[in-house]
């Protein structure tokens, strides 16, 4: 009983010790500056390894969520007669949770991942200890771009999912099922509003980059230097960061909406 | 040895990796200007002293003095700034950056840390990769090299911001003879002509008998001998004459610590 009691106690100062190391390193690193900081080019490169290239995934991903919830969204509608309301449906379900939720999981599978992954094997090769030794913050040189790249990256890549999700639903609605095109876009026009589903649907794609990309820079860094702690680290991104989404878009739901 | 002669003071250093020290009071100094091969049995700690003396590790108890800064009084910044004006390291493995070709990773450095224009960068790295005879391999990537040209490329780099001070881990491992014997004279004549103070840690005894002006021998993380490389060949200490001699018969231990040979075998399996 007390040495499980002990291993309890043991895993949870673990965890409160990560999540103190963690914050160190966000704290560290988020500010642009100091000796060897990483420039303005290094911002664009990391912006297009971690952004430009999840473009296909996103779109793609996008693309077909849409028609899904086109299909489905008449399935319902229909039997009300409400079928032209298909337009608000995916419009309002995209830009409110899909779209920065489905975006945040796909980042974190295919960005955070190999975040994690190369920081790691930078730190396995000595890269990291290297740099220290030439007197260059590893963590200004090869965290704050990263970091950066992944807050900038999200709300686009979350933009852009809703856009072609909209389009995948259009596609559904106006070609294959016959929903007039003026009641599948007026509609959505009428329903749609700015600050309440656009810049919320926003505002929590910022919250979910800024987690996810922080989780995979500081399971990179504090990865074990060996092939098998690589590994165990980006499972962890992906297994961390994608929960941390899910739980982080019930709270951020739940005040936006005013239910807390 | 007082500390105008001293580049680098140790006074009672403690170091701990989980419950085992690997240095218990150690205490040690390197002279200036001069090159130190420190040589020892595998596992002694020879890496994790070069690492402790450039501050990537922190001791659990002692001073480590570089140039006259106390390494635990020097704040993250400091301690950035005296790395980058003063020291320079060659890694084991050579841990170049694998994003950037051969020419941009000896230029990191003086990118990084001056405004030169660019033709005195492409003056200086040249001069650097024609120094360690690689000057044909500029527009190579690391993973095009291999292990032994790596290396050759970490030292160009290492040297490329003309340190004070240079830590040679294993430098001699994996070349051909011919480079083995350049980078022997290169080693020596950067230590003279810009009056480098060398720490070299390695195994080969007789390369570093031939260009260092002091041995360090450690073992069992104490300072077992320290002078120079003559005089300890013709030590009295058996230990150190077993060692730099190579003889399998001696005092010095071979075996990492275990329990009884005998026992462990009768013991079967648990």
Redesign the interface.
């Known amino acids: 009983m007390l040495t499980q009691l002990q291993v309890l106690g043991q895993k949870g100062v673990r965890i409160i010790e990560s999540i103190g190391r963690a914050t160190v390193l966000l704290l560290n690193s988020i500010l642009w500056g100091g000796p060897g900081s990483a420039g303005f080019k290094d911002l664009v490169k990391q912006i297009y390894s971690v952004g430009v290239q999840s473009l296909v995934i996103i779109i793609v991903a996008g693309f077909f969520v849409g028609m899904v919830l086109g299909l489905q969204g008449y399935s319902i509608l229909v039997d009300f007669g409400s079928e032209t309301a298909l337009g608000i449906m995916v419009s309002l379900t995209l830009l409110r949770e899909l779209g920065p939720v489905v975006t945040a999981l796909l980042f974190a599978g295919r960005a955070g991942s190999s975040l994690t992954a190369e920081i790691g094997l930078m730190k396995a090769t000595e890269q990291l200890a290297a740099m220290e030794m030439m007197g260059v913050d590893p963590l200004k040189r090869v965290i704050t771009p990263r970091l950066w790249a992944g807050i900038i990256s999200m709300p686009i890549l979350a933009i852009l999912f809703s856009l072609v999700g909209i389009w995948g639903g259009a596609f559904v609605a106006i070609d294959l099922v016959g929903i007039d095109e003026g009641a599948y876009w007026g509609n959505m026009q009428g329903a749609v509003e700015f600050y309440n589903d656009v810049v919320k649907g926003i505002i929590k794609s910022i919250v979910f980059g800024v987690v996810v990309t922080w989780i995979a820079v500081y399971q990179g860094y504090s990865a074990i230097p060996t092939s098998e702690g690589i590994g165990k680290a980006t499972t962890q991104t992906v297994v961390i960061s994608s929960l941390a989404v899910l739980g982080l878009d019930f709270v951020l739901t739940a005040m936006m909406l005013g239910g807390l | 040895m007082s500390d105008r002669q001293s580049y680098i003071t140790i006074e009672n250093l403690s170091f701990y990796r989980g419950e085992r020290a690997v240095f218990k009071d150690l205490s040690v100094s390197f002279p200036r200007g001069k090159v130190t091969a420190i040589v020892g049995p595998s596992g002694t700690g020879k890496t994790t002293l070069l690492?402790l003396i450039?501050g990537?590790l922190t001791p659990e108890s002692g001073t480590i003095i570089v140039d006259g800064n106390d390494l635990q009084q020097l704040s993250?910044?400091a301690m950035?700034?005296?790395?980058?004006?003063s020291?320079?390291?060659l890694?084991?493995?050579g841990?170049?950056?694998?994003d950037l070709n051969v020419f941009e990773n000896v230029a990191?450095?003086v990118r990084?840390?001056t405004d030169l224009p660019e033709s005195l960068i492409r003056h200086l790295v040249l001069m650097k990769l024609e120094a360690v005879g690689l000057r044909g391999t500029r527009d190579l990537m690391p993973a095009e090299l291999s292990g032994g040209m790596a290396r050759r490329i970490?030292l160009a780099r290492?040297i490329v911001?003309d340190p004070d001070l240079v830590m040679y881990d294993e430098p001699f491992t994996g070349l051909d003879p011919v480079s083995l014997g350049m980078i022997v004279k290169l080693i020596k004549s950067l230590n003279e002509a810009l009056g480098l103070t060398s720490l070299l840690v390695t195994h080969d005894i007789e390369e570093s008998c031939s260009i260092a002006d002091y041995l360090c021998v450690l073992s069992g993380g104490k300072v077992l001998a320290f002078g120079e490389p003559q005089e300890l060949l013709n030590s009295e200490n058996a230990e150190v004459r077993q060692f730099l001699r190579g003889e399998p018969d001696g005092p010095m231990p071979f075996h990492y610590p275990a329990a009884d040979y005998r026992q462990d075998l009768l013991q079967g399996v648990d």
Do not use: D, N, V, W
């Open positions: 690492k450039g990537q993250r910044t950035l700034e005296l790395r980058r004006e020291m320079g390291m890694f084991q493995s841990a170049l950056f694998t990191f450095p990084t840390h970490a290492s911001m």
